[in-house]
C-alpha cells in the first residue's frame, strides 16, 4: 500500500472513532435536574434569611409567563445587590487591614 492510501484509512478510522465517541455521549447525556434545596444568607444587618432555590431543567421550561419572568428578575435583582453589598464589604475589609 501507498502513504497516501495509509493515511487516508486512517483518517477515515479517526474520523468514524471521533463520531462513534460524539453519538455515545450525546446519546447518554439527560437533562439535569436540581431538588429545591435551602440556604442561609447573610445580611448586611448580621441576621440570617432563608432562601429557596428552585430546580434547574434543561428540557422544558415550566412557567414562562410574564408574571414568572418578573418575579424572576426581580430575584436576580435582589441576588446581585446582595452580591454588590457583600463585594463591598469585602473590599472595606482589605482596605482596613
Not at 474520523?15 to 431538588?35: C, D, R
Request: charged fraction near 5%; aromatic fraction near 4%; glycine fraction near 4%.
Amino acid at each position: 500500500m501507498s502513504k497516501i492510501s495509509i493515511i487516508v484509512i486512517v483518517i477515515v478510522v479517526v474520523i468514524v472513532v471521533a463520531v462513534g465517541a460524539w453519538w455515545y455521549i450525546s446519546s447518554s447525556q439527560k437533562p439535569v435536574s436540581v431538588a429545591p434545596t435551602q440556604q442561609n444568607i447573610a445580611t448586611n444587618s448580621n441576621q440570617n434569611s432563608t432562601q429557596t432555590t428552585g430546580s434547574v431543567s434543561s428540557a422544558n421550561p415550566q412557567n414562562t409567563s410574564d408574571a414568572a419572568i418578573n418575579s424572576d428578575l426581580s430575584a436576580i435583582d435582589t441576588q446581585m445587590n446582595g452580591l454588590n453589598t457583600d463585594s463591598n464589604n469585602v473590599n472595606q475589609s482589605l482596605t482596613n487591614q
